[in-house]
């Protein structure tokens, strides 16, 4: 499945872009905190509306066409937040562009093309193929945050002012998005979509045993989710800059290796999960980030803080292309994007509530508290699911012990 790949890296480039470089042009253009809180929160709303709408919709219309729409819409919204004038317009065109201002490539594209993924790998090779798919997101991610420093660049070039520079990056990656519905094309058309269409648009396609799995899945996804809202990387870098007043020209280049460990990671969860399984890997891995965290608000010196916070790092996501592969390999075929389209919602909605609720935890208890509360809520998640889901095993582990 190169083509999903593909399509995959250079999306993320353009979501790694997006994140960093809408809010600086939204406030290059004179926009206050609320009109930028109004067009980045349409957004987000946009990309979990798409996921819900993939989830429920996507088999029933085909995953290719589903795909190409996303990338019009897409399209045509990084497009309009470009060129609109008015903040009406600018919150429109991120609705329905599903424009993602986080940084992470995480919404209706993904749920389809991880949906494809899984249908496309055996049992044995469904987890590698998950952390390629891992790999070159959180890679092309990285570039694009990078390539946030080119409006800069066309500045010293061109004749422009930094709005514009800004407005014709933001562009790039609007035909850049454009052509990835372009080599959508190449995927084959799906023969099974207009038999999966006949069913009614409002039962979940899931069967009795599914629906029981992942609503359970979907609930400890949640609550660690919500911990992830503690620690979002604006928490996190707020907590550097008032616990040891390191600026951006330290933590841009930590969080940078941060993503690299990030990518890294996932080769050694694939190998691990071979070895020891697809649950164990994500808890085991998991479970001991979460208590190098806690211990991050009690450290005295930067540097240790740092080595710290770039060990969790390195352990973090390891649960990233595990937990995809896990949805897929305990539902059907058919019922694969509502499974992996309803937990990327709920993971949407809980990182939501934990970043208000991190400030609230600053004010009370002071500048740590949402890390220990972050990394407690973690834990639990951790714990719950080894002791919920440790026997419900898939496929290629069964017959290993077979």
């Known amino acids: 499945m190169k083509t999903v790949y593909l399509t995959a890296a250079a999306r993320s480039f353009g979501v790694g872009l997006t994140g960093v470089l809408l809010g600086l042009f939204l ?11 109004l067009v980045v929160g349409a957004g987000l709303a946009g990309v979990t509306a ?3 709408a993939a989830a429920f919709f996507g088999e029933r219309l085909g995953r290719r066409r589903a795909l190409i729409l996303c990338a019009v819409l897409s399209a045509i919204g990084l497009a309009g937040v470009a060129i609109g004038q008015s903040v009406a317009v600018l919150a429109v065109a991120s609705l329905l562009g599903m424009v993602n201002g986080m940084g992470r490539d995480r919404g209706a ?17 469904r987890t590698r193929a998950f952390t390629r798919y891992s790999f070159v997101q959180d890679v092309g991610g990285a570039i694009g945050s990078l390539a946030a420093a080119l409006p800069a660049l066309l500045e ?3 004749p422009i002012t930094p709005t514009d520079a800004s407005r014709w990056v933001l562009l790039g990656a609007a035909a850049l998005t454009l052509g990835t519905g372009v080599l959508y094309l190449r995927l084959p058309p799906e023969q099974s979509a207009a038999g999966r269409s006949r069913r009614a648009w409002w039962r979940v396609p899931l069967s009795p045993l599914a629906r029981k799995r992942v609503g359970g899945l979907a609930g400890l996804f949640a609550l660690d989710s919500v911990g992830g809202g503690f620690l ?4 996190l870098t707020y907590w550097f800059f008032r616990r040891f007043g390191l600026g951006g020209e330290v933590l841009g280049p930590v969080f940078f290796a941060a993503r690299a460990l990030n990518a890294l990671s996932y080769l050694a969860a694939e190998r691990l999960a071979a070895r020891i399984g697809l649950i164990r ?3 085991f891995t998991h479970l001991p980030s979460s208590a190098l965290l806690c211990a991050l608000p009690f450290l005295a ?22 937990r995809q592969s896990y949805v897929a390999a305990v539902t059907a075929p058919g019922e694969r994007t509502f499974a992996l389209g309803a937990t990327g919602i709920v993971r949407n909605a809980g990182w939501a509530v934990g970043p208000p609720a991190a400030g609230v935890a600053m004010t009370t ?13 973690k834990m639990i998640y951790d714990v719950a699911l080894f002791v919920s889901y440790r026997n419900v095993r898939p496929p290629e582990e069964r017959e290993g012990q077979e």
Do not use: H, K, Y
């Open 27 to 37: 406030a290059q253009r004179g926009l206050g905190a609320n009109a930028l809180g």
């Open 365 to 377: 208890f002071g500048i740590g508290a949402p890390l220990v509360i972050g990394a407690t809520l």
């Open 281 to 283: 890997t994500m808890v």
């Open 156 to 158: 010293r070039v061109l």
């Open 301 to 322: 010196s930067a540097p240790l803080a740092i080595a710290l916070f770039l060990a969790r790092e390195a352990l973090v996501q390891m649960d990233v292309p595990t």
């Open 232 to 235: 979002a990387g604006s928490i």
């Open 50 to 52: 798409g996921t819900a």
């Open 109 to 125: 594209a993904q749920t389809l093309e991880q949906s494809l993924l899984a249908d496309a790998a055996t049992d044995a090779e």
